[in-house]
């Protein structure tokens, strides 16, 4: 079974700075996808960013950015010119692409503040 | 709508009751998952549809829980005899495709307490 870990429970930005959210993954699996999600107050998870294991390529979003180290079963989440709209927690997420199931593996989460 | 709904937003039961979580997914996606969310914890799988039908079962705690889709759209997450350990936030999530590119949407959850 796959495991995910968020060593981190909380971190805490300056409005403006960069911060970067740690994920570790288990997995025998070659092919995989990985996700970052938002679950602000409202409870309703929105996905941030995703990364297909089998590109070597950092996926980006906008302000957003992983670093995806395969070798290392790595995925972090660096969030530049932080928002007070980043607040939330993060959660780093995992999925088979085989037949195994479409499930995510979703890890303990971090809860992300920004100081203004 | 053009998003996962679930009704209700809260739920509040006592022990022992029977409790029904609705969750209606975005139109045409035919994948649909439910989750539940303990307090600090991430989501936790716990049933997924593909159409109608549950491809995958395996994450339901007992058989005090039971899911059904019935048309392919509209899921009911349905627990009998309810105890306070499932008290937690139920999410939902639909998909279009199983594939490469597969994103599950999330509704914003039913907090369900049970005294």
Not at chain 1, 73 to 86: A, M, P, V, W, Y
Not at chain 2, 7 to 27: A, F, H, Q
Not at chain 2, 28 to 54: C, M, N, V
Not at chain 2, 75 to 96: F, H, N, P
């Amino acid at each position: 079974a796959q495991t995910v870990t968020q060593s981190q429970p909380e971190m805490s930005v300056q409005e403006a700075e960069t911060v970067t959210l740690s994920c570790t993954y288990d997995t025998s699996e070659s092919d995989y996808y990985l996700f970052w999600y938002k679950q602000p107050p409202s409870r309703q998870m929105i996905l941030v960013i995703r990364q297909e294991a089998y590109k070597q390529q950092n996926a980006t979003e906008n302000r957003f950015s992983v670093n995806f180290q395969k070798a290392a079963k790595s995925f972090s989440l660096k969030i530049s010119d932080s928002q007070l709209g980043d607040a939330a927690m993060y959660f780093c997420a995992y999925r088979s692409a085989g037949n195994a199931g479409n499930m995510l593996t979703f890890g303990g989460g971090t809860r992300l503040m920004v100081k203004p | 709508g053009a998003g996962v709904s679930q009704t209700p937003s809260n739920k509040v039961t006592e022990k022992g009751k029977y409790v029904e979580l609705r969750c209606d997914p975005i139109s045409g996606h035919t994948a649909l998952y439910w989750y539940r969310q303990s307090l600090g914890q991430g989501p936790e799988f716990l049933i997924y549809f593909q159409g109608t039908g549950a491809a995958d079962d395996s994450g339901l705690p007992n058989d005090r829980f039971f899911a059904v889709r019935p048309e392919g759209s509209v899921s009911t997450l349905k627990i009998q005899r309810t105890e306070r350990g499932d008290s937690a936030v139920y999410l939902c999530a639909s998909s279009l495709i199983r594939g490469v590119m597969e994103t599950q949407y999330f509704g914003p959850g039913t907090r369900l307490l049970v005294l």
